[in-house]
T-cell receptor
């Protein structure tokens, strides 16, 4: 069975500190991994995908197939990064599975 | 471009009643998704359409939930009869055929079943 695990429901960091949001997955094939973000009073939106290997708003995420992880990282957190972050997995564009989410608070 | 439109934004019903939600995807998006998000959990995919055909409905409780996308554009999700545990936010999302993994979400419908 496919599963996405985000072990931290809440995460607080100080402004300027590094931040890492953890995501582990279980899947027997080659999944596509994503991070979605929901800012306060806004819609859920795509932050980044592992296949694009890009940095969005200073965030990066590397797919580690050996550890089945896709952690989201940013070297210097900003107050505007405070939001709910969801890790998600897809099988070839179908059957999307989301984690339970991590609420990130950046303390000024 | 206009985003994914959903209505109503909020709905309160009593258990055993029926309810329907409507979604209008971004123009030209062939793929449409319905998700259920229970408080404290991540979105759970209920059904995925490509045009007017169902791609995946493996997690749809078919004894009470139904969905259709008859003309391959807008879609309705129905619950009949509703149970207390159906209280959740119902999200609709759409994506373009050649970029299925980039989903655009609507604002959602918050359902409370009393």
């Amino acid at each position: 069975a496919q599963r996405v695990t985000q072990p931290e429901k809440l995460l607080s960091v100080f402004k300027g500190a590094p931040v890492e949001l953890k995501c582990n997955y279980s899947y027997s094939g080659s999944p596509e991994l994503f991070w979605y973000v929901q800012y306060s009073r806004q819609r859920l939106q795509l932050l980044l995908r592992h296949i694009s290997r890009e940095s969005i708003k200073g965030f990066t995420a590397d797919l580690n197939k050996g550890e089945t992880s896709f952690h989201l990282k940013k070297p210097f957190a900003q107050e505007e990064d405070s939001a709910m972050y969801y890790c998600a997995l897809s099988r070839t564009g179908n059957q999307f599975y989301f984690g339970t989410g991590t609420s990130l608070t950046v303390i000024p | 471009e206009a985003g994914v439109a959903q209505s109503p934004r909020y709905k309160i019903i009593e258990k055993r009643q029926s309810v329907a939600f409507w979604c209008n995807p971004i123009s030209g998006h062939a793929t449409l998704y319905w998700y259920q998000q229970i408080l404290g959990q991540g979105p759970k995919l209920l059904i995925q359409f490509q045009n007017n055909g169902v791609v995946d409905d493996s997690q749809l409780p078919k004894d009470r939930f139904s969905a259709e996308r008859l003309k391959g554009v807008d879609s309705t999700l129905k619950i009949q009869p509703a149970k207390l545990e159906d209280s959740a936010v119902y999200l609709c999302a759409s994506s373009a055929l050649l970029a299925k993994n980039i989903q655009y979400f609507g604002a959602g419908t918050r359902l409370s079943v009393l």
